[in-house]
């Protein structure tokens, strides 16, 4: 059994929806730091200490005990009272915290000792009303007024922020109090008396509130109902979504805790006519609504909950851009990449109202529409979503082609937009090979791969509307496009695709993990692709951890760094697929391995949003990233995504078919799936190795449903009714 590594500094985080709290260890928030109580993006608490007579406590031990709640156990150092001394460690004193809209904290001390105590708990608490934007780059502009009022008679602490139109509150009440709390020089204090062997209890309710939208607190202490409605709520989520079984505990309990994860981040939105739930992208920081990870999210988990496509569908395409705006870097059809509700965002002083700063998730939004309806054979939802689908089309031929060369570019036209909109978007990560900065416009190889995928993927969907010609004049753009790109981005002395095209359209001669995605879409002619995937898997590349994001021979190559040589799950997941689809079902396990093995170093198999990776032998493991979010959404999902790859899922629900082309490797012997669902059926199936050969069983569900084929090939035939994984045509001599 591996050691277990801490992923980031310590600290303890929970929430529920976008209620947030990220604290020390022993439960305190410590000022200046980035920790604190957030609601919609605004840190409504930003400091939370507690004392005993004016010392502070000792941290026993602490954590989250799920996704919404916390409890911390700490113990007291020596302190003066009237009494006399009180003997360190003989007061314990609990903190029980959970989220559900607001926050309820209980607290709880008992005397150990053999005599009786009294002494004034003393809590400070301060509220700064920072945007979230503003605590991640440690400049905090004070722009409205902060007002509190103590009510002794309801034992009731009220600080308000208000900027104009703007107001954000927290409402802290103190209740089952033996005696009545105060509250002077910013102390909600309280006179604690208990006689040996004895305990105080008191609960404090966080009521937050948006403008005059009022979030309440639980009202119930922990310990009165320890099966909360989160719990009921989990535990209905575990019976809806498919679950595994397999002798290997290391991937069983990676898969498991993935499926918490994605519960944790269930996001409740109000959709068009109805709540939906989307995934939100990641804690601490991106509790929101993100356009590309949404969508990724919902393509990984696809077979165990197609509802989030559903629910990210309907979303995305209601906030779907109308019209040109430059400092958002919105145009007509574009899906949007972040949507924030902060004071920054709420006077327009960041573009996140939403901004559309992206040019990967308008095409994986056509993507993600055609992999629902595969799941869920549900027509309707094609044309529920057909007109956000033409707009996706549109930006795609209009903006997305920003010079009409036919590849797609991106450059943003805002003075606040971001360097670089594909996955890959920090504003270092795109570099020519002697490391110095790409300039753009730049077309990633990767952005012309999910185009020509959105574009066949989109062929199919025309199929079946009824509408053959608009099927067979993407299918020929389709055609195009893979001889276009195939002659434009392939270099033949590095074997390998350029990283992308700069603004001068020169290839940028880059080994990166982006070639990988191009496998997953299929642009990647068949002859060609045996030496993407040894490329990827050479050791400058593959760590035994996964595929690093740049080549460690590449001169900017730092695997601290965010997306310059760092692992990232997601990105594995996609490539994992891609090599499947391409007959590598080996190498594809290989991958599958690295991630399983990788995250099991980290604390409760939760697999963070990134890791630096050094060669893996007898001696290394994986490094944590400071700031790396945890749970992450695509992290989480990467684990479907690759257990797809390995067991060959193909959906083809309108045609009541589930195709399936598994190969399990050795350290995988067994695996059986749970509730899976395809349409209207639902499916229980048992894989095992016999040899080198991998067999099934369908356990439950109507076998005659679920056939044996190679995965790329009929992907291909499904898709585009033409040659599987095209080849490149040879020139004219």
Aim: overall charge negative.
């Amino acid at each position: 059994m591996p050691f277990k590594v801490q992923i980031g500094p310590p600290q303890i985080s929970i929430h529920q929806g976008q209620t947030v709290l990220i604290s020390d260890p022993d439960g305190q928030i410590n000022w200046p730091s980035e920790r604190g109580l957030y609601f919609l993006d605004t840190r409504v608490v930003s400091s939370w200490t507690v004392y005993a007579n004016g010392e502070p406590w000792e941290l026993l031990n602490g954590g989250p005990v799920t996704y919404y709640a916390a409890r911390i156990f700490l113990t007291n150092r020596a302190f003066a009272t009237e009494a006399g001394i009180i003997a360190p460690r003989t007061l314990g004193f609990t903190i029980s915290r959970w989220i559900h809209h607001g926050m309820h904290e209980d607290l709880d001390i008992t005397n150990n000792s053999m005599k009786p105590v009294k002494f004034q708990l003393e809590i400070a608490i301060r509220c700064d009303f920072a945007d979230l934007f503003e605590v991640k780059s440690g400049n905090i502009v004070r722009r409205g007024r902060i007002t509190t009022e103590w009510t002794q008679a309801r034992q009731r602490l009220c600080t308000t922020y208000r900027n104009r139109d703007f107001s954000r509150a927290v409402t802290i009440s103190a209740h089952r109090v033996p005696k009545e709390a105060v509250y002077a020089n910013g102390r909600l204090s309280f006179e604690v008396a208990i006689n040996p062997g004895e305990a105080w209890h008191t609960c404090l309710l966080y009521s937050l509130m948006d403008n005059d939208k009022h979030l309440a607190p639980p009202q119930d202490c922990a310990e009165d109902h320890p099966k909360s409605s989160h719990a009921e709520t989990l535990a209905d989520w575990l019976r809806t979504v498919a679950k595994i079984q397999t002798s290997n505990e290391e991937f069983y309990r990676l898969f498991r805790r993935a499926l918490e994860d994605m519960a944790a981040l269930r996001l409740p939105i109000k959709g068009t006519d109805h709540i939906v739930f989307l995934p939100a992208a990641g804690l601490p920081w991106f509790i929101a609504p993100f356009g590309r990870d949404s969508l990724i999210v919902s393509l990984q988990n696809i077979l165990i909950h197609s509802e989030f496509a559903r629910g990210t569908l309907d979303i995305l395409g209601s906030l779907q851009a109308k019209e040109d705006d430059p400092y958002r870097d919105a145009e007509p059809g574009k899906i949007f990449h972040e949507l924030r509700y902060g004071e920054l965002a709420h006077f327009k002083l960041i573009p996140h109202t939403p901004y559309f700063g992206t040019a990967d998730a308008t095409p994986l939004y056509l993507i993600t529409l055609h992999a629902a309806w595969r799941a869920t054979g549900d027509q309707a939802l094609l044309e529920r979503h057909l007109e956000t689908a033409e707009g996706c089309l549109s930006w795609i031929d209009h903006y997305g082609d920003r010079d009409g060369d036919g590849f797609q570019e991106y450059q943003t036209r805002s003075p606040v937009g971001y360097e670089n909109m594909a996955w890959k978007d920090s504003g270092d990560c795109v570099v020519y090979p002697d490391g110095s900065l790409v300039k753009g416009p730049k077309a990633l190889c990767e952005l012309q791969g999910y185009v020509y995928s959105a574009w066949l993927r989109m062929a199919e969907v025309f199929d079946a509307l009824g509408k053959s010609d608009r099927a067979a004049e993407l299918r020929a753009k389709a055609a195009a496009l893979f001889e276009r790109f195939n002659a434009a981005f392939w270099d033949d002395e590095l074997g390998f695709y350029a990283y992308a095209l700069d603004g001068d359209k020169k290839k940028v001669l880059t080994v990166a993990s982006n070639a990988g995605h191009c496998l997953w879409c299929g642009i990647v002619p068949r002859e060609r692709a045996k030496r993407v995937v040894e490329r990827l898997m050479a050791p400058d590349m593959w760590t035994g951890w996964g595929i690093r994001t740049l080549s460690a021979d590449h001169p900017a190559f730092n695997p601290y760094n965010y997306q310059t040589g760092s692992v990232w799950p997601h990105d594995n997941g996609i490539i994992a697929l891609g090599f499947k689809l391409y007959g590598f079902g080996a190498e594809a396990a290989r991958i599958a391995h690295d991630i399983s093995i990788g995250g099991s170093y980290f604390l409760l198999n939760q697999l963070p949003e990134l890791y630096t990776a050094f060669q893996r032998d007898g001696t290394t493991f994986p490094v944590q990233y400071i700031g790396a979010n945890v749970p992450q959404a695509w992290a989480a999902g990467s684990i479907f995504m690759l257990t797809q790859a390995m067991l060959g899922f193909l959906p083809d629900a309108p045609r009541n078919k589930l195709y399936v082309d598994p190969l399990l490797p050795d350290w995988l012997p067994d695996l059986r799936i749970r509730d899976l669902r395809l349409g209207r059926h639902t499916f229980d199936i048992r894989f095992w190795r016999e040899g080198e050969r991998t067999e099934f069983e369908v356990l439950n569900g109507d076998a005659k449903l679920v056939e044996r084929c190679e995965m790329g090939l009929k992907a291909a035939q499904l898709r585009d009714h033409a040659e599987p994984l095209r080849r490149v045509k040879k020139p004219r001599p």
